[in-house]
């Protein structure tokens, strides 16, 4: 089979420099520090369903292009809150995305799928209209071989550590699980993520049935903002027995904030009685940054903070839908004033990791790479969601290293819930890193063994160490 080879390079010698660099990170184990793949998926090891169910139903940036373009979800099978009819013909649904497959030329949804097809798949035929059928066939046929389910394929793409995103709420069962058969806890290859936002967001619909939940799962009494904080504790420990690492937060805004144990509790009873206003959310999710700052102290989780998110912007998308189904946009996102708070506090304690995305990349050098430069605490994560792709991993680099340099970043993180993807992203991230390196070189501004250094370093080496998962501790 004949794999294409996108080097992301012009001149002829940089291509030359860029593919021998590749070459040196190409078969490099994966590192998956921060991603949503459902643990159930290896935890079962069943077979996939049909192609259709595996790769265009669950991936909200083929569903939201298609919906721009006058399509329903309902159409492609994305389930509805209410239970109503959806297409379930999975050919149905790949013919429909043949049709109008046109809509993707120069996307990076059409990058990740196309190398999905090749490389995974084995498929090369270019989908058409007129060729859906023959590719739908092909990957069917796959998924029926033993070596197509997920623990297989999972050894397949040389995955190391994944790690997974569950809430406080989550009793782990799935990765208990994993853990029996020998894939999870301490050291093993599927680990979680602590992902507080459901218990920490005051303006959630489900926020205090969720606080009952933690509650009753941590054995504390969250009545109280003192037994709230407890439980939280409490539910850490239980992650961190199960294997992880970090903790995950995904507020609107960047926004830190002091206040004393008597204004937090006083906003956390006002959210009890449902009397919380919005400015009243918004600082006590900036307040508990601090306090989950205060708690890595402890016990040693790495803090991934990514804001900037309008969630289920579309309402009449989430209404019918409900969350991740496209429906998020992001917004202009300050740091600079917004952090402060943070790491006026602990931003110098060595003890403390903060990895900090943004999906506002007019930041990255004017206020990121610049933070990132100034405090030992802080870490740059790679572009994630609308700015993983190609073009944005480039201008990632040209935009942060001249002030953050390449060790003040954390590596490749592929926040992918397509797990079938997930070799294809590291790959494109590893091709895209190696031409931006041999740009140094061509320029006599790195040297070539140095530059293979440094990408074996953001392919491997600094997701593993930053993300704490190479067993060392805090």
């Known amino acids: 089979m004949t794999v294409s080879d996108p080097t992301f390079a012009i001149d002829p010698r940089h291509a030359q420099v860029a593919r021998e660099l590749y070459a040196t990170a190409r078969d490099l184990p994966l590192i998956c520090p921060h991603g949503h793949v459902d643990p159930r998926l290896l935890a079962d090891d069943e077979p996939f369903?049909?192609?259709?169910?595996l790769l265009i139903v669950p991936d909200h940036y083929v569903t939201r292009m298609l919906l721009s373009q006058g399509i329903p979800p309902d159409r492609?099978?994305?389930?509805?809150?209410?239970?109503?009819?959806?297409?379930?013909?999975?050919r149905v649904i790949w013919r429909l995305l043949a049709e109008n497959w046109h809509l993707f030329r120069g996307t990076p949804s059409r990058l990740w799928l196309e190398r999905t097809f090749e490389t995974v798949f084995g498929v090369e035929t270019r989908l058409r209209p007129e060729t859906a059928d023959e590719v739908y066939d092909a990957i069917a046929a796959r998924l029926e071989e033993p070596g197509f389910r997920p623990r297989a394929l999972f050894e397949r793409f040389g995955i190391e550590v994944l790690a997974t995103t569950e809430s406080p709420t989550d009793d782990l069962g799935q990765h208990a699980k994993l853990a029996a058969d020998g894939w999870g806890g301490p050291g093993g290859r599927v680990i979680s993520?602590?992902?507080p936002d459901n218990v920490v967001d005051l303006d959630r619909e489900d926020w205090s049935e969720n606080i009952a939940r933690l509650g009753e799962l941590a054995g504390?009494?969250?009545?109280?903002?003192?037994?709230?904080?407890?439980?939280?504790?409490?539910?850490?420990?239980?992650?961190?027995?199960?294997?992880?690492?970090?903790?995950?937060?995904?507020?609107?805004?960047?926004?830190?904030?002091?206040l004393s144990e008597s204004e937090a509790a006083a906003i956390y009873e006002r959210g009890l009685r449902g009397e919380a206003t919005p400015a009243d959310a918004e600082t006590f999710r900036g307040h508990?940054?601090?306090?989950?700052?205060?708690?890595?102290?402890?016990?040693?989780?790495?803090?991934?903070?990514?804001?900037?998110?309008?969630?289920?912007?579309n309402r009449r998308l989430y209404a019918a839908h409900g969350k991740d189904v496209g429906g998020d946009i992001p917004q202009a996102t300050g740091y600079v004033h917004a952090l402060r708070p943070l790491l006026d506090t602990y931003g110098m304690d060595p003890r403390l990791r903060v990895v900090v995305y943004t999906l506002d990349e007019y930041t990255f050098s004017r206020e990121l790479a610049p933070l990132a430069g100034g405090y030992p605490a802080l870490f740059l994560?790679?572009?994630?969601?609308?700015?993983?792709?190609?073009?944005?991993?480039?201008?990632?680099?040209?935009?942060?290293t001249d002030s953050a340099g390449f060790y003040n970043t954390a590596g490749f993180v592929d926040d992918t819930r397509a797990f079938c993807s997930i070799p294809v992203r590291h790959d494109i991230s590893r091709r895209s890193d190696a031409a931006y390196?041999?740009?140094l070189v061509v320029q006599d501004r790195l040297p070539l063994d140095e530059a293979a250094e440094t990408l074996a370093d953001l392919s491997y080496h600094l997701p593993k160490r930053i993300f704490r998962l190479d067993g060392k501790a805090a």
Do not use: K
């Open 49 to 53: 369903p049909d192609p259709a169910r």
């Open 76 to 90: 492609l099978g994305v389930p509805r809150r209410d239970g109503g009819p959806v297409e379930t013909d999975g």
């Open 193 to 195: 993520t602590f992902r």
């Open 220 to 258: 504390e009494d969250t009545l109280t903002y003192a037994g709230y904080l407890n439980a939280l504790r409490q539910r850490r420990d239980a992650f961190i027995e199960a294997g992880t690492t970090c903790s995950d937060h995904g507020h609107p805004t960047a926004r830190t904030e002091v």
């Open 288 to 313: 508990m940054l601090l306090e989950f700052a205060r708690m890595s102290l402890d016990d040693g989780l790495v803090m991934q903070i990514h804001p900037g998110a309008v969630r289920d912007h």
């Open 381 to 400: 994560g790679a572009p994630w969601w609308f700015l993983d792709t190609p073009d944005a991993m480039r201008r990632f680099r040209e935009a942060v």
């Open 437 to 439: 390196l041999a740009s």
